[in-house]
């Protein structure tokens, strides 16, 4: 699981129950971190590194079940309670587009309880690794650009908020901009483009350009 080095603000992350399965052996426990890459879970009894399980994570009305492997394990007290434990990182073999979705709505949680409920952003975009951001960066982002596909109707100069959702290490960043061109419906099926638009970034929000380089630094990017 990627982190960044220094986090402004503790990470906030709701305690999904989790049963890992292993042959017939069954584990259960809570998540404690999540991300695109994997996640940390607390529980009773130690499951070897290296070993390959799946992880049912049961955060609506049907768990979603994800291949995984113990990247490492300490024995850890267990939250509200004295008795012994064990905290485990998982690294995901695969992802699903229930758990990208559940992503999404814990890092909108997260933002939500740093920001206080204040920053309203009119647009986001999100990265499953880091090395798309990374290629977005030095594509696109250091000459302060950056085109997201969208079909919500923009204006050409429309003054906007939007933000980007890093979800390997589960950060938001804030961003304001211009839009400089929409495509629409018509010129996506005369250009065959995606719908979106191409916006200028006037500036980041809450200190994010120092945030985002030092990211992209740490994942060998150039900035």
Not at 7 to 29: A, E, H
Not at 37 to 44: E, L, P, R, T
Not at 56 to 61: E, F, N
Not at 82 to 108: A, H, N, T, W
Request: charged letters at 30%; aromatic letters at 8%; a positive charge.
């Amino acid at each position: 699981m990627g982190t960044l080095k220094e986090r402004k603000n503790p990470r906030f992350v709701k305690r999904y129950p989790v049963t890992i399965k292993m042959g017939t052996k069954r584990v259960v426990g809570f998540t404690l971190d999540l991300s695109s890459g994997g996640m940390a879970i607390s529980a009773k009894t130690e499951i070897p590194v290296k070993q390959i399980v799946t992880v049912d994570i049961k955060a609506g009305r049907f768990p979603i079940s994800l291949m995984a492997e113990v990247r490492w394990c300490k024995k850890a007290q267990r939250a509200n309670t004295s008795k012994p434990g064990y905290e485990m990182g998982f690294e995901l073999q695969s992802r699903k587009d229930e758990y990208i979705e559940l992503l999404e709505k814990v890092i909108r949680e997260i933002d939500h309880q740093e920001r206080n409920g204040e920053y309203k952003e009119d647009l986001h975009i999100s990265y499953e690794t880091r090395w798309q951001f990374v290629m977005e960066y030095e594509k696109n982002l250091k000459n302060r650009e950056i085109f997201i596909p969208t079909v919500k109707p923009f204006k050409v100069m429309q003054k906007i908020e939007f933000t980007m959702h890093l979800l390997e290490v589960m950060r938001v960043l804030h961003v304001a901009g211009t839009i400089m061109y929409v495509v629409d419906e018509t010129d996506s099926k005369s250009r065959g483009k995606p719908q979106g638009v191409g916006i200028s970034i006037d500036k980041y929000r809450f200190g994010d350009e120092t945030l985002m380089k030092q990211f992209v630094k740490d994942s060998g990017g150039h900035v």
